[in-house]
């Protein structure tokens, strides 16, 4: 869901401020795996976060 601070729209900088704060460090070189998109809404209108999971079952 978009900021309401920018008109409902993604706030892909911010995003990519917390990520380097966490990888791509030196304490943490490893780059996970990620994807960034927006949506129109979430099932609950105080949601803010929609969390996408890819799970492999040994």
């Known amino acids: 869901?978009?900021?309401p601070a920018k008109e409902g729209k993604l706030d892909f900088?911010?995003?990519m401020e917390g990520y380097r704060q966490f990888y791509g460090t030196?304490?943490?070189p490893n780059l996970p795996a990620?994807?960034?998109m927006q949506v129109a809404a979430l099932v609950n209108p105080g949601?803010?976060?929609e969390i996408e999971v890819?799970?492999?079952r040994p």
């Open 1 to 3: 869901v978009g900021d």
């Open 47 to 49: 949601y803010l976060v």
């Open 26 to 28: 030196a304490e943490q």
């Open 13 to 15: 900088a911010g995003s």
């Open 34 to 36: 990620r994807s960034a």
């Open 54 to 56: 890819t799970a492999v």
